[in-house]
C-alpha cells in the first residue's frame, strides 16, 4: 500500500515524539559519572572490610558520611553488588 | 549541536564504548524521546512508571552496550528493552499475567506502529535545515505559540504559519511516498 503524507498526517507523527521531561534526559546522561562512583565505592568496600560493614549496615548513612550522594538508582546496584 | 550529532547509529555506539561523554548524551539524546514514547504512548504509563523504565533502558543500554552484535541495530535493541520493560511494568500491576507482547490490544500495537513511524519521520526531519527542524519542533512537539516561537527565534510572528507550511512542504518531498 502507498500513501502520500498530507501536512495533517505529518502534524499528528511530529506530536508523538516529545522531549522526555529535561530531568530524565539530564539522570540518563550522567549514567557513566554515576557509574564510575559506584565502582569506587564497591571497588572501596571490597579493600576495606570495615568500609564494607559500615555499607551492609546503613548504606545511605555510611555513604553520606564518606561524602557520597549517589542516586536511589545507583544505590540498590551497590546494595546488589555488596550482596552478591 | 555536538559533532557526534551527525553519526551514525553505529558510529554513535562505537563511539559510547570508547567511552566518549560527547557520544553517551547524543545517545541519550538521540533516543530519548523514543523511548519516552513507547512508554507513554505506547503503554499508556504514568509518569512515575514511564520514568522508572525511561532510567532502567538506559542504564541497561550503558551496561550492556558491549554486548550488542550490530552496532546499527541499536534502535531495534533498545526499542526491545523499552517494551520488555513496559510489560515488566504491565504485569507487576497485575494489569496481565502474561508478560508477552501478545497481551497488547489493537489499539496499544496500533500505537506502537505509529511511534516507528513517527521515528521515521524525524529522520527525515533531521536533514532539513536547522530552523525547519527548529521551527517543526517547537510547534508539533513542544506545542508552543506562534507569538513564543516568534520571540524566541527573533522572527516576524506573520510569517511563523507560513514557514510551517514551507517546511512541511520540504518534509513531505523528504519522505516521498509512503508505503
Not at chain 2, 28 to 57: K, P, T
Request: aromatic residues 6%; glycine residues 6%; contains cysteine.
Amino acid at each position: 500500500m502507498t500513501r502520500i503524507y498530507d501536512e495533517e498526517r505529518l502534524g499528528v507523527l511530529l506530536r508523538i515524539l516529545r522531549p522526555a521531561p529535561v530531568g530524565w534526559v539530564r539522570a540518563a546522561q550522567e549514567l557513566p559519572a554515576a557509574h564510575r562512583t559506584l565502582d569506587e565505592i564497591v571497588a572501596r568496600a571490597e579493600a576495606d572490610l570495615a568500609f564494607r560493614n559500615a555499607l551492609l549496615a546503613d548504606l545511605e548513612t555510611a555513604l553520606a558520611a564518606e561524602g557520597y550522594e549517589p542516586h536511589r538508582r545507583v544505590l540498590d546496584e551497590i546494595r546488589e553488588r555488596l550482596t552478591d | 549541536m555536538s559533532k557526534a550529532a551527525g553519526l551514525t547509529d553505529a558510529e554513535l555506539v562505537r563511539l559510547c564504548r570508547a567511552g566518549d561523554p560527547d557520544g553517551w548524551n547524543e545517545l541519550v539524546e538521540r533516543f530519548s524521546r523514543y523511548v519516552y514514547a513507547i512508554a507513554v504512548r505506547g503503554f499508556r504509563l504514568g509518569d512515575e512508571e514511564a520514568e522508572d523504565v525511561f532510567q532502567d533502558v538506559f542504564t541497561r543500554v550503558y551496561t550492556r552496550l558491549d554486548t550488542l552484535r550490530d552496532d546499527s541495530a541499536v534502535r531495534p535493541w533498545i526499542a526491545q528493552l523499552t517494551r520488555r520493560r513496559c510489560l515488566d511494568v504491565l504485569a507487576s500491576r497485575g494489569r496481565e499475567t502474561a508478560v508477552e507482547e501478545e497481551v497488547l490490544t489493537h489499539e496499544e500495537t496500533a500505537d506502537l506502529g505509529e511511534v516507528e513511524e513517527a521515528f521515521a519521520v524525524r529522520e527525515a526531519l533531521a536533514g532539513l535545515s536547522d530552523t525547519c527542524q527548529d521551527i517543526l519542533d517547537r510547534f508539533f512537539a513542544r506545542d508552543q505559540s506562534y507569538k513564543t516561537i516568534a520571540d524566541e527565534l527573533e522572527i516576524p510572528p506573520g510569517t511563523i504559519a507560513s514557514r510551517i507550511a514551507r517546511c512541511l512542504g520540504r518534509l513531505k518531498d523528504a519522505l516521498g511516498p509512503e508505503t
